[in-house]
Protein backbone atom coordinates (compact mmCIF):
# COMPACT_ATOMS: atom_id res chain seq x y z
CA UNK A 1 0.00 0.00 0.00
CA UNK A 2 1.23 3.39 -0.86
CA UNK A 3 2.05 5.83 1.40
CA UNK A 4 2.00 9.93 1.20
CA UNK A 5 4.99 11.33 1.80
CA UNK A 6 6.03 14.49 3.68
CA UNK A 7 6.41 17.62 1.70
CA UNK A 8 10.34 18.03 2.99
CA UNK A 9 11.04 21.31 4.75
CA UNK A 10 11.61 24.60 2.86
CA UNK A 11 9.62 23.14 0.00
CA UNK A 12 7.04 25.21 -1.76
CA UNK A 13 3.26 23.83 -0.65
CA UNK A 14 1.92 24.90 -4.11
CA UNK A 15 2.94 25.71 -7.62
CA UNK A 16 5.55 28.28 -7.90
CA UNK A 17 3.51 31.81 -8.87
CA UNK A 18 3.93 32.98 -12.16
CA UNK A 19 6.32 36.22 -13.22
CA UNK A 20 3.83 38.70 -14.61
CA UNK A 21 5.89 40.40 -17.38
CA UNK A 22 6.64 43.84 -15.78
CA UNK A 23 4.56 46.73 -18.59
CA UNK A 24 6.35 48.59 -20.96
CA UNK A 25 6.68 51.75 -21.07
CA UNK A 26 4.85 53.82 -23.39
CA UNK A 27 6.41 57.08 -25.07
CA UNK A 28 4.22 59.92 -24.88
CA UNK A 29 4.95 62.80 -27.08
CA UNK A 30 3.57 65.12 -24.51
CA UNK A 31 6.82 63.65 -22.20
CA UNK A 32 9.40 64.62 -24.47
CA UNK A 33 7.58 68.35 -25.03
CA UNK A 34 7.10 68.82 -21.17
CA UNK A 35 11.05 67.45 -20.99
CA UNK A 36 12.41 69.96 -23.71
CA UNK A 37 10.63 72.50 -22.21
CA UNK A 38 12.07 72.39 -18.89
CA UNK A 39 15.88 71.81 -19.99
CA UNK A 40 15.31 74.88 -22.09
CA UNK A 41 14.38 77.08 -19.25
CA UNK A 42 16.46 75.68 -17.11
CA UNK A 43 19.45 76.66 -19.35
CA UNK A 44 17.89 80.19 -19.98
CA UNK A 45 18.28 80.66 -15.97
CA UNK A 46 21.45 79.18 -15.40
CA UNK A 47 23.07 81.07 -18.57
CA UNK A 48 23.43 84.23 -16.48
CA UNK A 49 25.30 82.52 -14.13
CA UNK A 50 27.58 80.75 -16.17
CA UNK A 51 28.39 84.08 -18.02
CA UNK A 52 29.36 85.51 -15.03
CA UNK A 53 31.97 82.45 -13.88
CA UNK A 54 33.60 82.94 -17.31
CA UNK A 55 33.74 86.59 -16.54
CA UNK A 56 35.25 85.67 -13.44
CA UNK A 57 38.22 84.00 -15.31
CA UNK A 58 38.60 86.05 -18.17
CA UNK A 59 42.18 88.14 -18.22
CA UNK A 60 42.09 92.18 -18.28
CA UNK A 61 43.05 91.73 -22.09
CA UNK A 62 40.01 89.71 -22.90
CA UNK A 63 37.33 91.09 -21.27
CA UNK A 64 35.81 93.41 -24.34
CA UNK A 65 36.80 90.05 -26.82
CA UNK A 66 33.44 88.62 -28.89
CA UNK A 67 34.18 85.23 -27.95
CA UNK A 68 32.61 83.47 -25.54
CA UNK A 69 35.38 81.34 -23.67
CA UNK A 70 38.47 82.84 -23.08
CA UNK A 71 41.79 81.81 -24.67
CA UNK A 72 43.46 81.69 -20.70
CA UNK A 73 41.39 81.22 -17.44
CA UNK A 74 42.74 83.92 -15.21
CA UNK A 75 42.31 81.89 -11.58
CA UNK A 76 44.17 84.41 -9.69
CA UNK A 77 40.98 87.06 -9.80
CA UNK A 78 40.06 85.47 -7.31
CA UNK A 79 43.29 85.95 -5.11
CA UNK A 80 43.62 89.65 -6.04
CA UNK A 81 39.91 90.35 -5.64
CA UNK A 82 39.84 89.03 -1.84
CA UNK A 83 43.55 90.57 -1.28
CA UNK A 84 42.95 94.04 -2.63
CA UNK A 85 39.71 94.73 -1.48
CA UNK A 86 37.51 94.22 1.83
CA UNK A 87 35.31 91.18 0.34
CA UNK A 88 36.70 88.60 3.08
CA UNK A 89 35.69 91.63 5.69
CA UNK A 90 32.37 92.06 3.90
CA UNK A 91 31.79 88.39 3.59
CA UNK A 92 32.07 88.22 7.69
CA UNK A 93 29.64 91.36 8.00
CA UNK A 94 27.25 89.99 5.70
CA UNK A 95 27.60 86.68 7.41
CA UNK A 96 26.59 88.11 10.69
CA UNK A 97 23.76 90.41 9.78
CA UNK A 98 21.84 87.17 7.74
CA UNK A 99 22.70 84.86 10.84
CA UNK A 100 22.03 87.54 13.65
CA UNK A 101 18.62 88.42 11.57
CA UNK A 102 17.83 84.82 11.36
CA UNK A 103 17.77 84.16 14.88
CA UNK A 104 15.78 87.05 15.56
CA UNK A 105 13.40 86.34 13.48
CA UNK A 106 12.50 83.36 14.29
CA UNK A 107 12.61 83.93 18.63
CA UNK A 108 9.85 86.51 17.88
CA UNK A 109 7.83 85.05 15.06
CA UNK A 110 7.43 81.61 17.02
CA UNK A 111 5.95 82.81 19.81
CA UNK A 112 4.03 85.02 18.20
CA UNK A 113 2.81 82.63 15.60
CA UNK A 114 2.05 80.08 18.26
CA UNK A 115 -0.21 82.51 20.28
CA UNK A 116 -1.84 83.47 17.44
CA UNK A 117 -2.27 80.21 15.58
CA UNK A 118 -3.66 78.49 19.25
CA UNK A 119 -5.15 81.12 20.81
CA UNK A 120 -8.49 82.78 19.54
CA UNK A 121 -8.47 86.43 20.98
CA UNK A 122 -10.05 89.51 20.29
CA UNK A 123 -8.52 91.26 17.50
CA UNK A 124 -6.63 88.26 16.20
CA UNK A 125 -7.76 88.90 12.67
CA UNK A 126 -6.85 92.87 12.58
CA UNK A 127 -3.41 91.22 13.85
CA UNK A 128 -3.11 89.39 10.65
CA UNK A 129 -4.14 92.38 8.64
CA UNK A 130 -1.68 94.23 9.94
CA UNK A 131 1.31 91.63 9.61
CA UNK A 132 -0.16 91.22 5.81
CA UNK A 133 -0.02 94.93 5.23
CA UNK A 134 3.34 95.56 7.02
CA UNK A 135 4.82 93.00 4.27
CA UNK A 136 3.74 95.59 1.48
CA UNK A 137 5.99 98.21 2.74
CA UNK A 138 8.92 98.89 0.62
CA UNK A 139 12.30 99.51 2.61
CA UNK A 140 13.16 102.60 0.44
CA UNK A 141 10.28 104.32 1.72
CA UNK A 142 11.54 103.97 5.21
CA UNK A 143 15.20 105.48 4.13
CA UNK A 144 15.26 108.47 5.30
CA UNK A 145 13.41 107.97 9.15
CA UNK A 146 15.52 105.13 9.65
CA UNK A 147 18.52 107.06 8.88
CA UNK A 148 17.76 110.11 10.81
CA UNK A 149 16.40 107.14 14.11
CA UNK A 150 20.27 105.50 13.82
CA UNK A 151 22.10 108.73 13.05
CA UNK A 152 20.38 110.15 16.40
CA UNK A 153 21.13 107.16 18.43
CA UNK A 154 25.12 106.71 17.11
CA UNK A 155 24.17 103.73 15.68
CA UNK A 156 25.41 104.02 11.94
CA UNK A 157 27.82 101.42 10.52
CA UNK A 158 26.94 98.83 12.91
CA UNK A 159 26.47 95.33 12.24
CA UNK A 160 23.26 95.26 15.00
CA UNK A 161 21.69 97.92 13.04
CA UNK A 162 21.45 95.93 9.93
CA UNK A 163 20.80 92.84 12.17
CA UNK A 164 17.67 94.91 13.60
CA UNK A 165 16.47 96.34 10.56
CA UNK A 166 16.65 93.12 8.46
CA UNK A 167 14.65 91.40 10.70
CA UNK A 168 11.72 93.91 11.38
CA UNK A 169 11.75 93.60 7.88
CA UNK A 170 11.46 90.07 7.56
CA UNK A 171 9.03 89.42 10.47
CA UNK A 172 6.09 89.83 9.02
CA UNK A 173 6.81 87.42 6.72
CA UNK A 174 7.78 84.84 9.29
CA UNK A 175 4.85 85.53 11.29
CA UNK A 176 2.05 84.67 8.72
CA UNK A 177 3.86 81.74 7.46
CA UNK A 178 4.33 79.76 10.98
CA UNK A 179 1.11 81.02 12.08
CA UNK A 180 -0.80 78.85 8.70
CA UNK A 181 2.01 75.68 9.25
CA UNK A 182 1.30 75.55 13.09
CA UNK A 183 -2.68 76.21 12.08
CA UNK A 184 -2.45 72.92 10.44
CA UNK A 185 -1.43 70.91 12.92
CA UNK A 186 -4.03 69.20 15.25
CA UNK A 187 -4.51 71.05 18.23
CA UNK A 188 -4.98 67.38 20.14
CA UNK A 189 -1.52 66.19 19.78
CA UNK A 190 -0.73 68.96 22.37
CA UNK A 191 -3.37 68.01 24.47
CA UNK A 192 -2.74 64.73 24.59
CA UNK A 193 1.12 65.41 25.76
CA UNK A 194 -0.23 67.84 28.25
CA UNK A 195 -2.62 65.24 30.18
CA UNK A 196 0.19 63.22 30.42
CA UNK A 197 1.92 65.91 32.43
CA UNK A 198 4.34 67.91 29.96
CA UNK A 199 3.23 71.81 30.62
CA UNK A 200 1.71 73.67 27.17
CA UNK A 201 5.46 75.21 26.32
CA UNK A 202 6.77 71.54 26.66
CA UNK A 203 4.27 70.14 23.99
CA UNK A 204 5.16 73.08 22.10
CA UNK A 205 8.84 72.37 22.38
CA UNK A 206 8.40 69.01 21.91
CA UNK A 207 5.50 68.04 19.74
CA UNK A 208 4.61 71.27 17.91
CA UNK A 209 8.13 72.24 16.51
CA UNK A 210 9.22 68.96 15.33
CA UNK A 211 6.16 69.09 13.30
CA UNK A 212 6.34 72.49 12.37
CA UNK A 213 10.08 71.93 11.04
CA UNK A 214 9.26 72.61 7.41
CA UNK A 215 7.48 75.69 7.98
CA UNK A 216 10.32 77.08 10.58
CA UNK A 217 12.52 75.89 7.97
CA UNK A 218 11.32 77.91 5.34
CA UNK A 219 11.34 81.05 7.32
CA UNK A 220 14.86 80.47 7.86
CA UNK A 221 15.99 80.31 3.99
CA UNK A 222 14.16 83.17 2.89
CA UNK A 223 14.71 85.25 5.99
CA UNK A 224 18.32 84.28 5.80
CA UNK A 225 18.50 84.53 1.39
CA UNK A 226 16.53 87.96 1.92
CA UNK A 227 19.14 89.34 4.89
CA UNK A 228 21.59 88.40 2.47
CA UNK A 229 20.78 89.89 -0.47
CA UNK A 230 19.93 92.98 0.90
CA UNK A 231 21.48 96.25 -0.58
CA UNK A 232 19.66 99.76 0.26
CA UNK A 233 20.24 99.48 3.66
CA UNK A 234 23.33 98.09 3.85
CA UNK A 235 24.51 101.47 1.49
CA UNK A 236 22.49 104.00 3.87
CA UNK A 237 23.27 102.61 6.71
CA UNK A 238 26.86 102.35 6.70
CA UNK A 239 29.78 104.54 5.34
CA UNK A 240 33.19 102.68 6.09
CA UNK A 241 33.98 99.79 3.71
CA UNK A 242 34.86 97.33 6.15
CA UNK A 243 31.94 97.60 7.90
CA UNK A 244 29.66 97.03 4.69
CA UNK A 245 27.86 93.97 3.71
CA UNK A 246 29.44 92.11 0.97
CA UNK A 247 26.60 93.54 -1.41
CA UNK A 248 27.78 97.14 -0.58
CA UNK A 249 31.20 95.58 -1.37
CA UNK A 250 30.31 94.22 -4.60
CA UNK A 251 28.83 97.53 -5.61
CA UNK A 252 32.43 99.19 -4.90
CA UNK A 253 34.02 97.65 -7.55
CA UNK A 254 31.79 99.77 -10.24
CA UNK A 255 33.81 103.19 -10.51
CA UNK A 256 32.61 106.27 -11.74
CA UNK A 257 35.16 105.94 -15.57
CA UNK A 258 35.65 102.44 -15.45
CA UNK A 259 34.12 99.08 -14.18
CA UNK A 260 36.51 96.03 -12.85
CA UNK A 261 34.39 93.72 -14.74
CA UNK A 262 36.32 90.87 -13.87
CA UNK A 263 36.52 91.72 -10.22
CA UNK A 264 33.07 92.23 -9.83
CA UNK A 265 31.86 88.88 -11.39
CA UNK A 266 34.78 87.44 -9.30
CA UNK A 267 33.00 88.60 -5.86
CA UNK A 268 29.48 87.75 -7.32
CA UNK A 269 30.44 84.28 -7.52
CA UNK A 270 31.62 83.95 -4.17
CA UNK A 271 28.91 86.08 -2.85
CA UNK A 272 25.96 83.54 -4.31
CA UNK A 273 28.14 80.32 -3.39
CA UNK A 274 27.17 80.13 0.33
CA UNK A 275 23.15 80.65 -0.38
CA UNK A 276 23.81 78.08 -3.21
CA UNK A 277 24.95 75.47 -1.40
CA UNK A 278 22.39 76.04 1.96
CA UNK A 279 19.54 76.19 -0.79
CA UNK A 280 20.37 72.60 -2.11
CA UNK A 281 20.53 71.03 1.46
CA UNK A 282 17.20 72.50 2.58
CA UNK A 283 15.58 72.96 -0.52
CA UNK A 284 13.04 69.91 0.12
CA UNK A 285 11.54 71.43 3.33
CA UNK A 286 11.55 74.60 1.32
CA UNK A 287 8.73 73.37 -1.30
CA UNK A 288 6.81 71.46 1.96
CA UNK A 289 6.96 74.90 3.70
CA UNK A 290 5.72 76.76 0.96
CA UNK A 291 2.30 74.77 0.78
CA UNK A 292 1.91 74.86 4.70
CA UNK A 293 -1.71 75.43 5.21
CA UNK A 294 -3.01 74.91 2.46
CA UNK A 295 -4.65 71.01 2.95
CA UNK A 296 -6.51 70.75 6.26
Known sequence: ????????????????????PRPKRTFRPRTLVITVVAWALAAIFLAPYLEMVITALRPKSELRDRTYLPQDLEWSNFIEVWKE????????VTLLVAGGATLLVLLVSLPAAYYTARMRYRGRKAFLLLVLITQMFQPTALLVGLYREF?????????????ITNAAFNLAFAVWILTAYI???PPELEEAAMVDGTSRFGAMVKVTLPLALPGVVTAVIFTFI????????????????????LTVGINNFIGAYTVEWNYLFAASVVAIVPVI????????????????????
Open 226 to 245: TSWNEFVMGLTLTTEPDKQP
Open 277 to 296: VLFAFIERHVVSGLTAGSVK
Open 183 to 185: SSI
Open 1 to 20: MATATAPRAGSPKGPAPEHK
Open 85 to 92: SELGQNLQ
Open 151 to 163: HQLDMLNSVWTLI
